[in-house]
């Protein structure tokens, strides 16, 4: 039975972490909450039901390259532009500020080493992609405005990642040694770097080419996954970081037309031992040490949560973003990330960290990992709660108030549109073309700009905030649309609306059961789902493609709308 060990061990992990994800997305948590929480209780400082540590490691090293590797090929550069300046610089501000900070707390706090301290200042510097994601595409945030901020934040730090692991191997070296190590790791980089190149333009579309004329799924993921553990290889000899020979290979896949079908094949892979990453970080967390450490520990994640908390929500006021969006960019973003202990596992088996400090490191990023989808939920319940107090309304929306293009006496029968993101905007388009009065509302100061430059009527500003809708002549308006996909936005606009004018008729955009309940009971009645609206059109162009006339179709997409007011159809199901 012995044969069958590293098997026994791989199943047990994949069936507790199933448990231990079906658990947390029942309690409403991202399901990587659960994966940790498996490990801590399988690992050796648990239960100690798996014993083969080792072997679960190096399945999640594989992971670690696979996450690097769809990173490169997924990597959107829109979604950087997107966002513009506070996405790139913004993440490059975060990331420099974290170091600095992080590096004197280590320093003056900890009492460490200042090698120790700049390590760990790089080490905090970064945020967790995967429970980031996650937490956003299960709270239907991806496509709200901070949502796209962390984003491009995450995307920033991912790319951050590959420059440290090229430096880690001369880190803590000498002055006089430093300069010349340095040169010689980024010569290498450059190397590899140079080569691969050559090898995507000229070697990889062939390669890909003839495996894929084959029509062979098998051996086209065969391919893929010799190219990217061929690449960690490539990198690992030439004394680099497996990280960045699986991220450069991704990025130069992502130029060629494969690119789609190897994500489509990878992915499944990635997420398995992603699963093995995350099981095996909770079974290296011991709630001895926690304990016997607590002090320390609880400080280090105050530290880490309060100075990444107050860096993100700096950065993003600083670059004109409303405090409801800095406060969620801040709340998202504090957690320590995988690469983070990758980082630090790499930095001890270098010998410039000691292993008390990794340890420290491995507690406080399962625990910040934990907290994190806590904090979120905090800040939904406490931010429209705390405008309420005048200190706390000052320093959020104190400054968020910009008006251009507004007359002096806003017209009757206006239309106040809340949000101009692709739904806005084409429904900014129709009333301007029906000569119907509109003004916009937006809290995105690079859609403020465009709107400048078309000169629309528009405010920049919280549409949450009393003091914006006051500016926007509610009292004369006619309806408010509100389009924002962020749920806890439209709550909160429609609520400040209705204090405001209760005769208000509002529309609302909403995607789940709990935001239609709790607008429902605020009388908002006019309730659109983009998703549930889209099926109606997919059942009018099949009935109409197997042969019914319009007046027939029309009759039963009132018969199937009418089901929906009665209840009998939920749009919204989560």
């Not at 079908?261 to 992603?274: H, I, K, Y």
């Amino acid at each position: 039975m012995a044969g069958f060990d590293p098997i026994v061990n791989i199943v047990i992990v994949l069936a507790a972490a199933l448990v231990g994800g079906m658990v947390a997305h029942r309690l409403r948590q991202p399901v990587i909450l659960g994966y940790l929480l498996v490990g801590v209780a399988l690992g050796p400082h648990g239960f100690g039901i798996v014993s083969d540590l080792e072997l679960i490691e190096t399945l999640a090293t594989i992971g670690v390259a696979l996450l690097m590797f769809t990173v490169g090929l997924e990597i959107s550069y829109s979604q950087l532009w997107e966002v513009g300046r506070v996405g790139i610089w913004g993440g490059i501000a975060q990331i420099s500020a974290t170091f600095a900070l992080g590096m004197a707390a280590g320093w003056l706090i900890f009492d460490w080493t200042l090698s120790d301290a700049t390590f760990f200042g790089l080490i905090i510097s970064l945020s967790s992609t995967m429970v980031g994601l996650k937490l956003l595409m299960e709270r239907g945030e991806l496509d709200s405005v901070h949502g796209r901020i962390m984003v491009a934040i995450l995307i920033v730090q991912d790319l951050s990642v590959v420059l440290m692991m090229v430096v880690v191997p001369v880190f803590g070296a000498t002055p006089q040694v430093l300069l010349t190590s340095l040169a010689v790791s980024l010569g290498k980089a450059v190397l590899f770097l140079g080569v691969a190149i050559i090898l995507g333009i000229w070697v990889l579309p062939w390669l890909l080419g003839t495996v894929a004329g084959v029509r062979s799924r098998e051996l086209f993921l065969l391919t893929i996954l010799i190219l990217c553990f061929g690449a960690a290889i490539a990198t690992y000899i030439f004394g680099l970081s497996i990280v960045f020979g699986a991220f450069v290979v991704g990025l130069l896949l992502r130029e060629s037309r494969f690119a789609h079908q190897a994500l489509a094949e990878v992915t499944p892979l990635r997420d398995v031992f992603a699963t093995l990453f995350f099981v095996s970080l909770g079974m290296l967390l011991s709630l001895q040490f926690v304990v016997e450490h607590r002090t320390a520990v609880l400080l280090l994640v105050g530290v880490v949560l309060g100075l990444k908390f107050l860096i993100c929500f700096g950065i993003t006021r600083f670059f004109g973003y409303g405090g409801r969006v800095a406060v969620f960019v801040g709340a998202g973003l504090v957690q320590m990330g995988e690469f983070g202990f990758i980082l630090a596992q790499a930095g001890m088996n270098a010998g410039i960290i000691t292993e008390h400090i990794y340890s420290l490191v491995i507690s406080s990023t399962v625990i910040t990992m934990l907290l994190t989808p806590v904090l979120m939920g905090l800040v939904s319940v406490l931010y429209p709660r705390s405008l309420g107090i005048p200190p706390v309304r000052e320093l959020l929306t104190g400054d968020s108030i910009v008006s251009e293009g507004l007359k002096s006496s806003q017209p009757e029968n206006l239309v106040v549109l809340c949000g101009y993101g692709r739904v806005g905007r084409n429904v900014a388009r129709s009333l301007r073309n029906l000569a119907i009065p509109y003004l916009i509302i937006e809290m995105d100061p690079e859609r403020i700009s465009e709107l400048h430059r078309e000169g629309e009527p528009c405010i920049y500003g919280d549409a949450s905030n009393v003091h914006v809708l006051s500016l926007a002549g509610l009292d004369k308006a006619s309806v408010l649309v509100i389009t924002f996909p962020d749920p806890l936005a439209t709550v909160t606009t429609a609520k400040t609306a209705l204090k405001m004018n209760p005769k208000l008729q509002i529309i609302a955009r909403v995607h789940r059961r709990r935001e239609i309940e709790l607008l429902d009971s605020l009388g908002v009645s006019g309730l659109v789902s983009p998703e549930y609206e889209a099926s109606f059109e997919f059942v009018r162009h099949t009935l109409a493609g197997i042969g019914w006339n319009k007046a027939k179709i029309q009759q039963a997409i009132n018969r199937l709308k009418h089901h929906k007011e009665e209840g009998e159809l939920n749009p919204s199901e989560e």
